[in-house]
């Protein structure tokens, strides 16, 4: 089954905060996080391993609660340059394909 | 690194026609997943290589389409005869061991009239 992300969409003004939610009915092994410009390809963001990490670059970072099947993405500060769709991609077991979401559309404004 | 390379980057075709999409994944990786993206279901994975492997090829929509891996640095998806309802943007992505990030390509835009 497809994770389910929320919010659908949000708009934000430069330097605000941003949390995205994903999460997933099975048991998952691993949850990564992509970014999407308009017209492109998704960019690889980060990838988090179950066992509850939290990653991070720069303003942005990521957690991953295996208990619940949960991750989050938190945006902080944002900059003009973090507008795009965001899509958590999940695997399961001993699978090494991705399961996207819906993914999570996110602008923001000067 | 050029990254993962696709081609065509756009391609028009007539129902009916038979469409091959083509992809070179980084050197070195040996995972590499087709994935189709629309509006209306997102990204879809529809096959999975592993070291040239088909592991899964559940998403395949049906007899329509075909996916090869020959050797780990060419892969083709041929879908004949195409169908409007194809119409989509293909990308290939390839991995190591599908447990790093995946490296996209740009994509394959298909219209099918």
């Known amino acids: 089954q497809q994770p389910v992300q929320s919010p659908q969409a949000v708009i934000l003004r430069e330097g605000e905060d941003a949390v995205i939610n994903c999460s997933s009915s099975k048991a998952l092994y691993s949850v990564h996080w992509y970014r999407q410009k308009h017209g492109e390809a998704p960019v690889f963001l980060m990838i988090?391993?179950?066992?509850?990490e939290q990653k991070g670059h720069e303003k942005i970072s990521a957690s991953f609660n295996e208990k619940k099947q949960q991750s989050s993405l938190y945006l902080t500060a944002s900059q003009l340059s973090y507008s795009g769709t965001y899509f958590c991609?999940?695997?399961?077991?001993?699978?090494?394909?991705?399961?996207f979401g819906s993914g999570t559309q996110l602008t923001v404004l000067p | 690194d050029a990254g993962v390379i696709q081609s065509p980057r756009h391609e028009v075709t007539e129902m009916g026609q038979e469409v091959t999409l083509r992809c070179k994944p980084i050197s070195g990786h040996n995972s590499l997943f087709w994935y189709r993206q629309t509006m209306m279901r997102g990204l879809e994975l529809l096959i999975y290589?592993?070291?040239?492997?088909?592991?899964?090829d559940s998403g395949m929509p049906e007899d329509r389409f075909s996916a090869k891996m020959p050797n780990a640095s060419f892969s083709t998806l041929k879908i004949q005869p195409s169908e409007p309802r194809d119409s989509a943007v293909y990308f290939c992505?390839?991995?190591?061991?599908?447990?790093?990030?995946?490296?996209f390509g740009s994509g394959t835009r298909l219209t099918v009239v």
């Open positions: 988090l391993l179950k066992g509850g």
């Open positions: 992505a390839s991995s190591w061991d599908g447990a790093y990030g995946y490296t």
């Open positions: 991609g999940t695997s399961s077991g001993s699978a090494r394909q991705l399961t």
């Open positions: 290589f592993n070291n040239n492997v088909p592991i899964d």
